[in-house]
């Protein structure tokens, strides 16, 4: 049998007249990295807070290992938190940061030296004890913050948002030594964050949400290769193109001018109106009219942006005005289209994942 | 905890639990002891003048009785008091004459520390500005009082410098309570201005003369009125204490500088009794009132934003 | 430096200059061995044995101390519970709370003291030193009330619910985390409110029992003596510095904080 960190049945959580959270039900296993993900405003730290008890939820059950915990207020609650603004306390030192939680529930002063000094190897700032928190860089907050909220040796460790405020070397750095931590200390991690990249690098799964409500939950490959809906097709990864049509059933797509697109199969969207959705990456591109058996569509080059690693087109064809097509850089004496060219684009029919007209694409998203 | 156990929980710890739970509960365990403490001690106060202003409380032996009528008698009495005209023009003779003058003396010096001061002299400057006002009120008016006594350092000064033959009689004379009431309110003045002046961008400066303005121009049509809030906040904050002042008329001033303020004084000390105090809180009423007008004035036409030394 | 420059400048200076000048002759002449006003003609320290020696000078100012100390805690914890509710939470009428909070450093303190004078004798309550400590609170919660809320509102609650993660209940997360975090304030509030109380003349005047006087109000009965008496500028002399060591140590709080 699975063992489960939390369980959240059915939680509603209102603001005024603003659903925060929509009737959201999720199952974090033991051991798991698992992270919210959403544009802000989509109800992931209110979902959060709600699993560290800071928040009442309107209806619903939080279980934690099996137990109802919903009327238990927060400092009985097992849990360890890492906050977005990390909240070390200022008026104490990394020492006395990290002890603080120990010292809340009666721990003799060896033990909690002896736990903090373990502690601090693990987030590797080992003689750190003594330092003011405004002594430290923002890397090493982060390790003071983690090192706090996991002392406790908490069932689950809740973050939210935490590397926000890094920059981007720093942020990729504490990335990694999150998982390495995570797998060392063995314990359930729920994260928080809008930041699609955190989320793909360090997460068992991935719950995406929009607008309280969970849009899917799958693991990043999953999310990313097979979105269930518009949304979390368009909100996850850096570019995708959507066609619009009708699914015939039989892996046949009818798009815009009555063009059949082969793709693969979705039950659900039969006879609808639908789209096709294609990564940028998976579609090639060519001078000369493919063999029979591939998607193939004409079209005239756009625009075209040289990236380094890869080179972007922007294609108009009849299905649609605007095709995204990444081609990577493989040598330097491949093909470049100039443009006004006419090219084939051509894609695999696993490639075309067929949505129905449902969910409201993302917002522009940000990138990074 | 199952919900179960949550109904089995014992009564008392139930309406622990509700207080923790009300936010309205919690605010208002937290406004009580300072609004109640108010209440009672500032802001009845006032409504017992009030009542008592419209005669509305009668002595009894040595306790006072509530009386259930209105008369205007002691507000009829104030205005038939005599001089009280030539008092109430006085009084704002001196605010306004004050205002102006703290204006003009701390606008240059607020301008050049503000906005011409190198920024790491600012604060200093600014310090040592400040620091005599940090002394005692009364301390301050008194030593004024030394200085421009008839044998005081300036009388000294000007006789040894020839300037004049006989001593210039400070003490008694409006001129007396003018200057020292510019001197004890200046800070009043120079902080709001200084604040306005600090904040003032050099670039308008610079795009008014690109734009043809001679210094002159542009301090008269760009300086001059982005600093009128400053200008204002300071005008109201030397202007309000001045018109009541009745410490700098008694210390510095003589039989001919009655103010509002030590006519309110004498009202409650000297004449006492039920008249007196009947009088003297119809005084101070008009006064508190005339300042809530100004100050609702001042917070419409500037904005809530008050400045505080 | 334009022309004009150089005349701000100087006129600044001079400005800086002037005001220190009454201060400093009241100084000077507390150490004249004559009772001239004018002329400095030898140094004594005489007015300093007289003054020392004068019990109601001893008492006056023991006086203004503990009627200030017993003002400051309570002010300061009526303000610390005001700025809680004022930054933590929203009501309704919160405006009017922040706007009524400025009435009592707005109004005239004479009107302020006078009133109070009055409803104390209707209401039938002898003049007493708590009268007067009374009413310096009510000023002083204003003062205090103005210095915590601009602290606390820059305070981040996450510290709170970081504490309440860490296993810590209201109490101890009131003691343990939000009172140090806000010490600092929660000091210069009470520095503030300590001088304001120290300071005030007018309300300790009107409000005070017979025969009972604070520094302020020994110095006045002093100072409105006709004429001048040098015997006060020994004891000015002495409460300029007390004063300068408060402004000294109100700076530094600045920079601490």
């Not at chain 1, 009985?76 to 006395?96: C, S, T, W």
């Not at chain 2, 510019?182 to 795009?207: I, S």
């Not at chain 3, 300061?76 to 009501?91: E, G, H, P």
Request: glycine share 6%.
């Amino acid at each position: 049998m699975i063992k489960y960190s939390v369980e959240l049945e059915n939680i509603t959580k209102r603001f005024g007249q603003v659903v925060a959270v929509n009737n959201v039900s999720l199952r974090i296993k033991e051991n798991e990295f698992f992270s919210l993900l959403g544009p802000s405003g989509c109800g992931k730290t209110t979902t959060l807070r709600i699993i560290a008890g800071l928040e009442k939820p309107d209806t619903g059950v939080v279980k934690l290992h099996g137990q109802d915990v919903t009327y238990i207020p927060t400092h009985k609650r097992n849990i360890g938190m890492v906050f977005q603004h990390l909240a070390l306390f200022p008026h104490m030192d990394v020492y006395e940061n990290i002890a603080f939680g120990l010292r809340m529930r009666g721990f003799s002063d060896n033990d909690i030296s002896r736990r903090v000094k373990r502690m601090l190897e693990v987030v590797r700032l080992p003689g750190f004890e003594r330092r003011k928190i405004n002594q430290l860089s923002g890397g090493q907050q982060q390790r003071v913050a983690l090192a706090r909220a996991l002392v406790m040796e908490p069932e689950v460790l809740l973050l939210d948002e935490p590397l926000g405020a890094l920059d981007l070397k720093i942020r990729q750095e504490m990335m990694v030594e999150l998982k390495r931590i995570q797998r060392e200390v063995g314990t359930t991690f729920v994260y928080v964050t809008h930041d699609q990249n955190e989320a793909m690098v360090m997460s068992d799964r991935i719950a995406v949400m929009n607008e309280g409500v969970i849009q899917q939950v799958d693991s990043p490959d999953t999310i990313y290769m097979r979105p269930k809906n518009i949304f979390v097709a368009s909100f996850i990864g850096e570019q995708i193109n959507f066609i619009e049509g009708v699914y015939k059933g039989n892996q046949e797509f009818e798009a815009k001018g009555g063009m059949v697109l082969r793709v693969s199969d979705n039950p659900d969207a039969i006879n609808k109106k639908s789209v096709i959705a294609i990564r940028p990456e998976r579609i090639m591109i060519g001078d000369k009219a493919p063999p029979r058996g591939m998607n193939s569509v004409e079209g005239r080059v756009e625009m075209m942006v040289f990236k380094g690693s890869s080179i972007e087109y922007r294609i108009s064809a009849n299905i649609s005005d605007e095709i995204i097509v990444f081609v990577p850089n493989i040598s330097p004496t491949m093909k470049m289209y100039k443009i006004g060219e006419k090219v084939y684009l051509t894609w695999d029919p696993e490639a075309g994942i067929v949505l129905p007209f449902e969910s409201k694409p993302a917002e522009p998203r940000k990138i990074g | 905890m199952s919900r179960l156990e949550e109904e089995r929980k014992p009564f008392h710890i139930k309406i622990l639990d509700r207080i923790r739970a009300s936010k309205l509960l919690k605010i208002i365990v937290l406004l009580a002891p300072a609004s109640i403490f108010l209440a009672i001690f500032f802001f009845s106060p006032f409504i017992i003048a009030l009542m008592y202003s419209f005669n509305m409380f009668k002595q009894v032996v040595y306790t006072y009785v509530f009386v259930p009528r209105i008369s205007l008698e002691y507000y009829i009495r104030l205005l038939d008091f005599p001089g009280i005209f030539v008092t109430m023009q006085r009084s704002f003779y001196y605010a306004i004459v004050t205002v102006i003058l703290t204006l003009l003396l701390s606008y240059p010096a607020a301008y050049y520390i503000g906005f011409k001061l190198d920024p790491k002299y600012k604060s200093t400057a600014v310090l040592l500005f400040i620091i005599p006002f940090w002394v005692n009120f009364l301390l301050r008016t008194y030593s004024m009082k030394f200085v421009l006594h008839d044998e005081g350092l300036v009388n000294t000064l000007l006789m040894t410098l020839g300037l004049i033959k006989e001593p210039i009689r400070f003490l008694g004379t409006d001129l007396a309570v003018i200057i020292v009431m510019a001197y004890d309110y200046m800070f009043l003045m120079f902080l709001p201005l200084y604040g306005v002046l600090e904040k003032l961008d050099k670039e308008l400066l610079e795009a008014a003369a690109t734009l043809g303005a001679s210094p002159y121009k542009t301090f008269l049509k760009v300086t001059l009125p982005l600093s009128s809030p400053g200008i204002i906040a300071g005008s109201l904050l030397v202007f309000i204490p001045a018109v009541g002042e009745f410490i700098i008329p008694m210390l510095v001033g003589g039989v001919n500088t009655t103010t509002l303020g030590t006519l309110i004084y004498s009202f409650f000390i000297t004449v006492r009794g039920e008249a007196g105090w009947g009088i003297g809180s119809a005084a101070g009423l008009i006064y508190i009132i005339f300042i809530m007008v100004l100050s609702y004035l001042y917070i419409k036409l500037v904005g809530a934003e008050v400045q505080f030394g | 430096m334009s022309k004009s420059d150089v005349i701000l400048k100087i006129y600044t200076i001079l400005l800086l200059g002037i005001i220190y000048v009454p201060i400093g002759v009241l100084i000077v002449f507390s150490f004249n061995n004559s009772r001239n006003r004018a002329v400095f003609t030898g140094f004594t320290l005489e007015n300093y044995y007289r003054l020392l020696a004068d019990e109601r000078v001893w008492s006056s100012f023991y006086n203004s101390i503990w009627v200030a100390i017993v003002v400051t805690i309570a002010s300061v914890f009526f303000a610390i519970l005001l700025s809680y509710a004022v930054t933590r939470y929203d009501f309704k009428g919160k405006d009017i709370l922040d706007m009524l909070l400025l009435i009592p450093i707005i109004i005239p303190e004479i009107v302020e003291a006078l009133t109070l004078l009055l409803f104390f004798i209707i209401i039938g309550i002898p003049l007493s030193p708590w009268t007067i400590i009374i009413g310096h609170i009510a000023f002083d919660i204003s003062f205090a009330y103005l210095v915590i809320k601009a602290r606390m509102a820059g305070y981040d609650p996450q510290y709170e619910e970081a504490a309440r993660t860490l296993g810590a209940d209201e109490l101890k997360t009131f003691f343990r985390v939000t009172l140090p975090i806000l010490l600092p304030g929660i000091i210069a509030a009470s520095l503030i409110a300590f001088v304001e109380s120290y300071d005030d003349f007018i309300k300790s005047y009107f409000t005070r029992p017979g025969g009972f006087s604070t520094l302020p109000v020994h110095i006045w009965s002093m100072a409105s003596r006709r004429g001048v008496t040098v015997d006060l500028n020994a004891l000015a002399t002495i409460v300029v510095i007390i004063a300068i060591f408060f402004a000294y140590i109100r700076i530094k709080m600045e920079r601490w904080m």
